[in-house]
């Protein structure tokens, strides 16, 4: 995706949210020179931008540079869903097993903390992102995920959550919300954000450098070494070297199977009149899904789109990652028949925009943030799609553990979590395909009767989810 200038990317084209940002998109400086500062950061998404943004305020005399391949928002900061999320990777029963019951829940409540930290700076620093907590609603559109639903807001309960945290809505009372067509009913959490993912990242940029930190864009980091990040055109030394690039960390060296760069794409819809709405509801701007496994996400936007997403691109073999793999018209008609279905009322419409891109994905599923104090690298991310809240809570760990402060942040179970490395190659490869398979086909056996798919257990299990 490349503009007429001389190779430079159209960046723009990249998702709707790149495309709508009230931002020239034009390029900051690229790093011509070696470099020396305190903290060095590879990544100018959410991650690496929220721990500048932290590490900044805590001591603003901290020599902080972010250098990003590409622009400010350029991945996965610039391409989601839009939902900053109450949802952690790891569930609670994978966490308690790993470190006990009430860390487990602790890690979780730190995540909905993030929600309403993330609209705190948001009013703080001005940034327009159309941040608003409408709260989440998984709706149940067929028998075979009822159960499952229902199953998971009575167990939220045994771990201690209320009703203020996760309840379940009959059809009347969620079809007040959203009215889906055929719903039976649906889990609703409050503890969720639709926001414009675009606004928020190019936003957070410029607070970070309004607090003195240098971002070097079109600077690709080659290699991440103890005290160094090496680029084309020079080394950055740092006492601190920060890996905050999620999905596109299997493109740095020794690290193809570190994380797994799995594919999620989205489309946006044309704005829809005020008839469609007045029909579905959808006035909070909820963020919403349903039950199955495939997943999908949707919100309305603040322009009177629906933009949804959802899984079903395959894992492409070594970790592959290519613009061509953001594009899958299969993946595309899927999504439209699902607005089609959910919503039948919208009559024919138009799909303005398609895109996706790579998420971060851990052999665990278990998201992490820490420093090995030894080598002095510092890094965060696998956030299996549920980054937004995540990342601002990693920035803010990143940023006491650079700072050598303690602090409440630092007794959380994913502070300093390894997970172990994907399989290698062919496996890696087969393995992740014939998941996918799997749940495709449990989506079809559950509607075809009706019942919970076995089979998408087993599926979960060979991915360690």
């Not at 989440?136 to 945290?165: A, M, P």
């Not at 949804?308 to 595309?332: E, K, T, W």
């Amino acid at each position: 995706m490349l503009s007429s200038r001389q190779g430079e990317r159209d960046y723009r084209s990249y998702s709707f949210w790149l495309d709508t940002v009230p931002d020239d998109l034009s390029l900051r400086p690229s790093l011509d020179s070696p470099l020396h500062v305190d903290v060095a950061i590879a990544g100018a998404g959410y991650t690496g931008l929220w721990t500048a943004y932290y590490l900044a305020e805590a001591d603003p005399t901290l020599r902080i540079a972010v250098l990003e391949r590409e622009i400010a928002g350029f991945g996965a900061s610039g391409r989601n869903g839009g939902w900053c999320s109450p949802f952690f990777s790891a569930d609670k029963q994978k966490l308690a097993r790993l470190h006990g019951r009430e860390r487990a829940v602790a890690m979780h409540r730190a995540v909905i903390d993030s929600v309403d930290e993330v609209g705190r700076v948001v009013e703080l620093e001005g940034i327009d992102a159309h941040f608003i907590k409408g709260g989440s609603l998984t709706h149940v559109t067929q028998r075979g995920h009822l159960r499952r639903i229902q199953e998971d807001v009575e167990e939220q309960y045994e771990w201690g959550f209320t009703e203020d945290d996760i309840r379940w809505l009959d059809a009347g009372a969620a079809g007040e919300r959203i009215r889906v067509e055929g719903s039976l009913g649906a889990a609703f959490t409050p503890h969720c954000a639709a926001l414009h993912p675009a606004r928020l990242v190019r936003g957070l940029a410029r607070a970070v450098e309004r607090r003195g930190v240098a971002i070097y864009e079109r600077t690709p980091v080659t290699s991440i070494q103890p005290g160094a990040l090496t680029t084309p055109n020079g080394v950055v030394r740092a006492d601190v070297v920060v890996r905050a690039t999620e999905g596109y960390t299997a493109a740095l060296p020794k690290m193809k199977r570190k994380i797994v760069p799995l594919y999620s794409l989205m489309i946006a819809t044309e704005p829809l009149p005020e008839s469609f709405w007045d029909t579905v509801g959808w006035s909070g701007r909820e963020t919403l899904t349903d039950g199955r496994h495939m997943l999908i996400y949707a919100q309305r936007t603040a322009d009177d789109r629906i933009a949804i997403g959802g899984r079903g691109a395959p894992y492409h073999f070594g970790s592959q990652i290519n613009d061509l793999f953001d594009r899958d018209p299969r993946v595309f008609g899927s999504l439209r028949d699902v607005v089609g279905s959910l919503w039948p009322s919208i009559g024919d419409f138009e799909v303005t925009h398609t895109w996706g891109g790579p998420l971060g994905v851990p052999r665990d599923w278990h998201s992490s943030v820490g420093l090995d104090n030894d080598t002095g690298i510092a890094w965060a991310g696998g956030y299996v799609g549920d980054g937004v809240s995540t990342s601002n809570l990693a920035g803010r760990t990143l940023a006491e553990l650079i700072g050598g402060r303690g602090g409440d942040l630092l007794t959380l179970p994913w502070v300093g979590h390894r997970s172990r490395r994907w399989e290698p190659e062919p496996l890696r490869w087969v393995g992740a395909n014939l998941a996918l398979h799997v749940m495709t086909s449990a989506d079809h056996a559950e509607v075809r009767t009706g019942r919970p798919a076995r089979r998408a257990k087993l599926a979960k299990r060979l991915l360690g989810m």
